[in-house]
């Protein structure tokens, strides 16, 4: 897809209701299935916020609540990304760490 299609969807996405939004992800995936289109992979954090997302949706819970509860899960997302940057980021800087020699002083004898 073209950035300019793409900004142009993200626009009008943006300023729909979520009901309708909820009605666009259905065709999409209409469309994902008629044409046997694979769906971009997602992380697995992401995948499992969309399942929860789809079993309300098929539990015909209001929008108003499925809108709060993925924020949420949005937000719970988010700190565990950064969670796990800052893991990463300790552990890079250890393996740094152990691969430096150290450097030995000579002590005068005595």
């Known amino acids: 897809m073209n950035d300019v299609l793409a900004e142009r969807i993200r626009r009008k996405l943006e300023v729909m209701p979520d009901e ?6 259905d065709y999409i995936e209409f469309l994902e299935s008629k044409y046997a289109q694979r769906a971009a992979g997602a992380p697995a954090f992401q995948k499992v916020a969309e399942t929860l997302e789809d079993t309300l949706r098929a539990g015909r819970v209001p929008v108003t609540i499925i809108k709060g509860t993925m924020d949420a899960v949005g937000k719970a997302g ?3 990304e950064g969670l796990a940057a800052a893991g990463k980021a300790a552990v890079d800087e ?4 152990s691969s430096e020699k150290p450097v030995e002083e000579n ?3 005595q």
């Open 20 to 25: 309708q939004a909820y009605q666009m992800l």
């Open 78 to 80: 988010r700190f565990l």
């Open 94 to 97: 250890a393996k740094k760490r």
């Open 107 to 109: 002590k005068p004898a």
